[in-house]
């Protein structure tokens, strides 16, 4: 039987330190905003929520009453196209999720037991259990303090004889410095699989994420900037990449003759009904990724001098999307320690979330990292967490959330 691993604090050491506390309970806080004409209906203020206002009932009405539904239609096709086109790239390969797009990508390449690839310490955990589905070796890079990305010169001095593929991450919608990344990887004719899962719109140097790379993937979860409920995609420049992810989605059937396969393929497709409100969110998405960046501003403006508090970096290169709003918080400065902050706001209704737990720290993978160390990752991790962060965040709910902020910092 499949046993959990293990991992006390105790055990953990000086690491301890930065692992969160238990999210808070957020209160039911009706009177939270007076002029916030949608309280009756909102009894707190969510860290995200899906924006499904244009033609996403439409576009499912169509493929019900059309009896399209499973994985061929139409909407599959125009949704791969509409999407590719929103990144720069030729070819999208949607599938089921973010994390199988991925794997999706990484099994394009052939990694073998033995490859190693490098993704950062600071990530979600999809992005490493990808490498791990591959049965290749994952070697973490710190990130750099400036962008709270993947730091890329870490990057380029870990590419071994062994290295087959990097994966920078753009964290919470932020792109990594890809053209130093490219340089290196090419030198050494690596891969590089940008993961995308939370940069929708997003551009380094006028250029969109997701076309960046060999190949990029994306995640179209309930809370990302556009969503399928349940989604992903592979975008990609390389034909024989995206004839072989579209093969692999699908179990990889021949095109010689049915039920002849080739490779072990996986069912990873995504469905019409799914792609249907897939082409109605991307038909969306630069109003959506106007919204966040509006909201970041107004965060941003009422939150840059209160003494302690970080606010979210953009390079003078990227187009930051802002997909959650994050924020850094110095105890000393503050006067409370970000988990004391997260308590007070939830007992003002605003839902938020702490940052990743590094890959490092995880007991899943304590033992592969042990003694291993990420210092800006441990940083982020200690004291980074996002405020609500929904494209339809209204302005009323910015100066509440800032004014919590303002008002119950100690040192003020
Ligand atoms: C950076 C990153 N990669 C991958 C994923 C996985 O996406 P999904 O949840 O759609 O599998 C996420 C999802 O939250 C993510 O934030």
């Known amino acids: ?65 059309t009896n399209w539904i499973s994985s061929a239609g139409s909407f599959i096709h125009d949704f791969e196209a509409t999407f590719a086109a929103a990144c ?9 999720n973010g994390t199988v797009a991925i794997h999706l990508a990484l099994a394009t390449l052939g990694l073998e037991p033995g490859d190693e690839v490098l993704l950062p310490a600071f990530t979600m955990i999809a992005t490493i259990n990808a490498v791990t589905y591959c049965g290749a070796t994952p070697v973490l890079v710190d990130s750099e303090p400036d962008y709270w990305q993947m730091d890329v010169q870490q990057a380029a001095e870990k590419i071994t004889p062994r290295t087959k593929a990097i994966v ?9 410095d890809m053209d130093p990344l490219m340089e290196a990887a090419q030198a050494h004719g690596v891969a590089v699989i940008e993961d995308a899962a ?18 990029a993937t994306f995640s179209f979860y309930g809370n990302k900037i556009i969503t399928t409920g349940e989604g992903g995609m592979v975008t990609t420049n390389n034909a024989e990449i995206a004839k072989l992810a579209w093969n692999l989605r699908d179990h990889a059937f021949s095109t010689e003759r049915h039920f002849w396969h080739k490779f072990v393929g996986f069912n990873y497709r995504m469905t019409n009904l799914q792609a249907a409100v897939g082409l109605a969110q991307v038909e969306q998405l630069d109003k959506f990724v106007a919204a966040r960046r509006r909201n970041a501003a107004e965060y941003t403006s009422r939150l840059q001098d209160i003494p302690g508090i970080t606010t979210p970096p953009q390079a003078e290169w990227a187009k930051n999307v802002y997909w959650m709003y994050g924020i850094l918080v110095d105890k000393e400065a503050y006067g409370m320690n970000r988990d004391q902050l997260r308590q007070a706001l939830a007992e003002h209704g605003i839902e938020t979330r702490t940052f990743f737990i590094p890959m490092h720290c995880q007991p899943v993978y304590w033992q592969m990292f ?26 009323e709910e910015i100066e509440y959330i800032a004014g919590v902020i303002r008002e119950v910092c100690p040192n003020l």
């Open 1 to 65: 039987m499949l046993t959990p691993s293990e991992l006390s604090l105790e055990e953990m050491g000086e690491l301890a330190e930065i692992i969160p506390a238990s999210d808070p309970e957020v209160q039911v806080h009706y009177r939270a905003i007076p002029s916030f004409e949608e309280t009756t209906r909102r009894s707190i203020i969510p860290v995200c929520e899906p924006t499904l206002s244009g033609n996403e009932l439409q576009y499912v009405e169509q493929a019900i009453k």
């Open 88 to 96: 720069g790239t030729r070819y999208g390969i949607a599938c089921a």
């Open 168 to 176: 920078p991450v753009h964290i919470y919608g932020h792109p990594v």
């Open 198 to 215: 939370e940069a929708h719109g997003g551009e380094y140097k006028g250029r969109r994420c997701g076309g960046l790379g060999d190949a």
């Open 370 to 395: 042990k003694g291993q160390r990420y210092p800006v990752a441990e940083r982020l991790c200690r004291d980074g967490f996002y405020l609500p962060s929904a494209s339809s965040l209204t302005l």
